[in-house]
T-cell receptor
Framework: QKEVEQNSGPLSVPEGAIASLNCTYS??????FFWYRQYSGKSPELIMF????GDKEDGRFTAQLNKASQYVSLLIRDSQPSDSATYLC??????????FGKGTKLTVNP | NAGVTQTPKFRILKIGQSMTLQCTQD?????MYWYRQDPGMGLKLIYY???????DKGEVPNGYNVSRSTTEDFPLRLELAAPSQTSVYFC????????????FGPGTRLTVL
């Protein structure tokens, strides 16, 4: 059973701080890794994807992948109240389906 | 591109009624998926399709049926609705073999009373 684990949170950070969201996965053959943001009452929205070991930066977001440790993370710099949402980690292992974690709820306090 | 569209946005059903949730994508994606999300919970895969005419069960298929006659459309059928099917239903699509990212529709909020 392929699994993706995330801390359920909630994670609370002050405005302007760095929010760090973590995810581990069980399938060592996983190829692609995704972070989705889901606002309350809305559908998941893709914000980052990463395929190779290392860091990938996009604006205030940085995704980090360590395949040896089977670990992927999302850093949000200069966190804003509008970043308050649930963040879903998803992993593609070539089995036709993404495996989603249960999500981490982030609250950014003004 | 409209992306992934779903209809209806909201629906209330009585126990035992049936309905079809519609999903259409205009991105020429080969794969399509149906998820349900209960309040405060993660996504659960109901059914998915790897192409027209091919469907397969996910982790919670009981009480649902799907068909995929075209690349664009992937309707989800609920037969004999039960209160346990009260949930938000999301359709998604992706191009597996290229980038593999899934794009989600806006969802259908279903209540069964």
């Amino acid at each position: 059973q392929k699994e993706v684990e995330q801390n359920s949170g909630p994670l609370s950070v002050p405005e302007g701080a760095i929010a760090s969201l973590n995810c581990t996965y069980s399938d060592r053959g996983s190829q692609s890794f995704f972070w989705y943001r889901q606002y309350s009452g809305k559908s998941p929205e893709l914000i980052m994807f990463i395929y190779s070991n290392g860091d990938k930066e996009d604006g205030r977001f940085t995704a980090q992948l360590n395949k040896a440790s089977q670990y992927v993370s999302l850093l949000i710099r200069d966190s804003q109240p509008s970043d308050s949402a649930t963040y879903l980690c998803a992993v593609f292992g070539g089995s036709e389906k993404l495996v989603f974690g249960k999500g981490t709820k982030l609250t950014v306090n003004p | 591109n409209a992306g992934v569209t779903q209809t209806p946005k909201f629906r209330i059903l009585k126990i035992g009624q049936s309905m079809t949730l519609q999903c259409t994508q205009d991105m020429n994606h080969n794969y399509m998926y149906w998820y349900r999300q209960d309040p405060g919970m993660g996504l659960k895969l109901i059914y998915y399709s790897v192409g027209a005419g091919i469907t397969d069960k996910g982790e919670v298929p009981n009480g649902y049926n799907v068909s995929r006659s075209t690349t664009e459309d992937f309707p989800l059928r609920l037969e004999l609705a039960a209160p346990s099917q009260t949930s938000v239903y999301f359709c998604a699509s992706s191009y597996v073999g290229r980038n593999n990212e899934q794009f989600f529709g806006p969802g259908t909020r279903l209540t069964v009373l």
